[in-house]
Each structure stands twice: as C-alpha cells, then as structure tokens.
C-alpha cells in the first residue's frame, strides 16, 4: 500500500517530507540536452563568410621615363640592341609603337665617346630619354621637355638606353606613332670641330635648298636645318613651303637614306653630279649641295 501511494506521488510530482529527497531527485530528472556550441565572439568571422578581399588600387601603365628596363620585362617593353654595320658609325631604325608600348634601344659605347640621336615623328606625344648604363628610371636626356635631338659626350663606358614611347595621355587612348630614329657614336668630344650652332637651334646651319613634292609640281625653295655629327655624317631636315617635313641622312659625304616612316613613301635614290647631292624620296625630290653636309 506504501509503495503505491510513493510511486502515484511521484507520478503526480508530490513529495512528503520522509521521502522528500529520493523523490526529488527522481522527480527532476531529465532526458540529457545536448550542449550548446559555445558562442562566437562578436569579433570572430562567421565561417561560411569568407572575408572581404583588401581592395586593389587600380594599376598605373608604367612610366616610359621610369619603367624597369632590367629583366623580367615590364608590360608593354621591348629591348633591341642596336648594332652598326662595319665601318659605320650610325645606325637607323624604323620603328612602331601603340598605346603604352616603349622600346629600349641598347647602344654600346665608350668614355669619352659622342652619342647623338634623332627621332623623327609625326606624331606630337612621341618622344625618347636617354640614360645612362645601369639606369633604369632616371634620365640624363628627357625628349618630353628637350626636343628630338640629343647630342653628349659619353662620361661611362657600357650600355646606354634609348627609350622610345608615347606620352601616357596618348597611351591610353591607344594611340600608334611611326618613328625613324638615328643613332651615331664617333670618337672625340667635337668631330665637327668648331662647327657653331645657330643661335635658338639645334642645327649647325640653315638655309634653303631646292625641292619638289613631284605630281607636277614645279621645283621650289625648302627652308632646311643641319645637324653636322663630323666625317660627312649629318641630317638634314627639310620643310616645304606647305608644313611637311623630311627628314635626309647622309654617312661619309653621301645619302644613304630618309625618314621613310611615311606612308606615301615607295622608294629612295640618290645620284652625285659634281659637288651636288639629288636625293628623290618617293614623288620628292631635293638637291643637297656638299657645303650642307660638310660645312665650310
């Protein structure tokens, strides 16, 4: 009878004060709740969150005045050694560059040496700097704010670097420019010897000489300017009467080529009669005396 009414007490979650203690503890006894995981501190990432990627700020082109020229190459940059035939001084390049393309041209030269360099170009952002072996940022010549003739006595033996490119404005826009660039090394500081430059120019003279565009055109005069490098090596530009330039290369005394970079351009000759040069570039043609290319 006892065991009946403890189990309906129980059952009934009643306690006497005998039997208080067995009872509670049968009483309050409950199915095992699994625990719960601990909480996350409120600094802690979420796990299936993946944390935000640190935001990139948006790549600049390289510079042509301070891309790396070293290896590896940096985007957009060639490298092309430029090499002399026997027995010249000069070289011409003709060359193409689009958007933030620049090409480093590699010329091997001695202390005390002349380095001098011309670019031709249509087009108004297209420009060189010339630094010195080892350097690959800083520039001893910037064609941007110094024009497209170079000319310096060399103080280091080694490579030197021509770089050749396009104003980042012009870059970006995707813009192409055409080039011709000529490259002379002589020895000694002078190989013109005295020859003055004409004053505000970078020509050793300057004058007119005859010219034509050809298709009927009749012969005129050209205003021209002069860059004498010694020996018969000199360029002579030449403007006519509407604007349009060219450019003509001389080596020893003789023509040996033009600023072909033009696209109505289709041939180059040259002929000697006495002490007169007649170069016929394409339809054009000009009469270069010996006094131009040699001086007095």
Same mark, same amino acid.
């Given at each position: 009878?006892?065991?009946?009414?403890?189990?309906?007490?129980?059952?009934?979650?009643?306690?006497?004060?005998?039997?208080?203690?067995?009872? @509670?503890?049968? &009483?309050?006894? *409950?199915?095992?709740? =699994? #625990?719960?995981? %601990?909480?996350?501190? $409120?600094? !802690?990432?979420? @796990?299936?969150? &993946?944390?935000? *990627?640190?935001?990139? =700020? #948006?790549?600049? %082109?390289?510079?042509? $005045?301070? !891309?790396?020229?070293?290896?590896?190459?940096?985007?957009?940059?060639?490298?092309?050694?430029?090499?002399?035939?026997?027995?010249?001084?000069?070289?011409?390049?003709?060359?193409?560059?689009?958007?933030?393309?620049?090409?480093?041209?590699?010329?091997?030269?001695?202390?005390?040496?002349?380095?001098?360099?011309?670019?031709?170009?249509?087009?108004?952002?297209?420009?060189?700097?010339?630094?010195?072996?080892?350097?690959?940022?800083?520039?001893?010549?910037?064609?941007?704010?110094?024009?497209?003739?170079?000319?310096?006595?060399?103080?280091?033996?080694?490579?030197?670097?021509?770089?050749?490119?396009?104003?980042?404005?012009?870059?970006?826009?995707?813009?192409?420019?055409?080039?011709?660039?000529?490259?002379?090394?002589?020895?000694?500081?002078?190989?013109?010897?005295?020859?003055?430059?004409?004053?505000?120019?970078?020509?050793?003279?300057?004058?007119?000489?005859?010219?034509?565009?050809?298709?009927?055109?009749?012969?005129?005069?050209?205003?021209?300017?002069?860059?004498?490098?010694?020996?018969?090596?000199?360029?002579?530009?030449?403007?006519?009467?509407?604007?349009?330039?060219?450019?003509?290369?001389?080596?020893?005394?003789?023509?040996?080529?033009?600023?072909?970079?033009?696209?109505?351009?289709?041939?180059?000759?040259?002929?000697?009669?006495?002490?007169?040069?007649?170069?016929?570039?394409?339809?054009?043609?000009?009469?270069?005396?010996?006094?131009?290319?040699?001086?007095?």
């Amino acid at each position: 009878m006892l065991d009946r009414t403890l189990l309906h007490s129980v059952r009934l979650g009643a306690v006497t004060l005998g039997f208080g203690t067995l009872i @509670a503890c049968t &009483a309050t006894k *409950a199915p095992q709740v =699994p #625990e719960e995981a %601990p909480e996350l501190e $409120a600094d !802690a990432p979420v @796990a299936d969150e &993946a944390p935000a *990627a640190a935001e990139q =700020p #948006e790549q600049e %082109p390289p510079a042509a $005045a301070s !891309a790396d020229a070293d290896d590896p190459l940096v985007e957009g940059q060639r490298i092309e050694r430029v090499a002399f035939d026997a027995g010249s001084t000069s070289a011409t390049i003709q060359g193409r560059i689009t958007g933030q393309e620049f090409v480093d041209y590699k010329v091997g030269a001695r202390k005390g040496q002349r380095m001098t360099v011309d670019l031709t170009t249509e087009h108004t952002a297209n420009y060189f700097n010339v630094m010195e072996p080892g350097e690959t940022s800083v520039a001893t010549f910037i064609g941007s704010t110094s024009g497209g003739h170079y000319e310096g006595v060399l103080e280091e033996t080694g490579d030197y670097t021509i770089r050749v490119y396009l104003m980042r404005s012009a870059g970006r826009r995707g813009e192409e420019a055409r080039y011709t660039l000529k490259v002379a090394v002589a020895d000694g500081p002078a190989a013109h010897g005295g020859d003055a430059k004409v004053a505000g120019t970078d020509f050793h003279a300057t004058g007119k000489v005859p010219c034509t565009k050809g298709g009927g055109q009749p012969t005129t005069q050209c205003d021209f300017g002069v860059i004498r490098e010694g020996g018969g090596t000199a360029t002579v530009h030449v403007t006519h009467p509407d604007g349009t330039k060219r450019a003509l290369y001389f080596e020893a005394g003789r023509a040996t080529g033009a600023d072909t970079s033009h696209a109505e351009m289709d041939g180059f000759a040259a002929s000697r009669e006495g002490d007169l040069t007649t170069v016929v570039v394409g339809k054009e043609r000009y009469e270069i005396p010996d006094v131009v290319v040699m001086g007095d």
